[in-house]
């Protein structure tokens, strides 16, 4: 599975839709996750931004804060999207990997208990 995740800083870029560099990941069968590249997303307008992750083969898409037009737009690509995540590169990506998503520990300020479903949701319904 190739994973992919905007970055700022070492840390999940705050929105996608602007975000300036994608890290690619690849990882089977819980296995650690194998960097692949960094790539530069500076010039990679809105409009296009589905179509390249389709094109560059990823499979899944850890983000955080993202439009609902484009969130629509790469799960009509067969992308999975678990956006409104926050934290360390590293650390989201092993709590994923490690079954660990959602937690509340990795949400963005705000986002937990959206009720979209592929939002964080709060248990018990609280």
Not at 9 to 33: E, H, K, M, Y
Request: charged share 25%.
């Amino acid at each position: 599975m190739r994973i992919a995740i905007p970055e700022y800083a070492g840390r999940i870029s705050p929105v996608f839709d602007t975000s300036q560099r994608l890290l690619v990941f690849q990882t089977n069968n819980r296995a650690a996750p194998i960097p692949l590249e960094s790539q530069d997303w500076s010039y990679v307008p809105l409009p296009a931004r589905a179509k390249r992750l389709r094109q560059n083969g990823i499979d899944l898409l850890l983000c955080g804060g993202i439009s609902g037009w484009l969130a629509r737009q790469i799960e009509a690509e067969g992308i999975r999207l678990v956006p409104w995540l926050a934290g360390d590169v590293r650390q989201v990506l092993n709590a994923f990997v490690n079954g660990r998503l959602p937690d509340r520990c990795f949400a963005m300020p705000g986002s937990w208990g959206k009720r979209r479903g592929y939002r964080f949701r709060r248990r018990g319904g609280q």
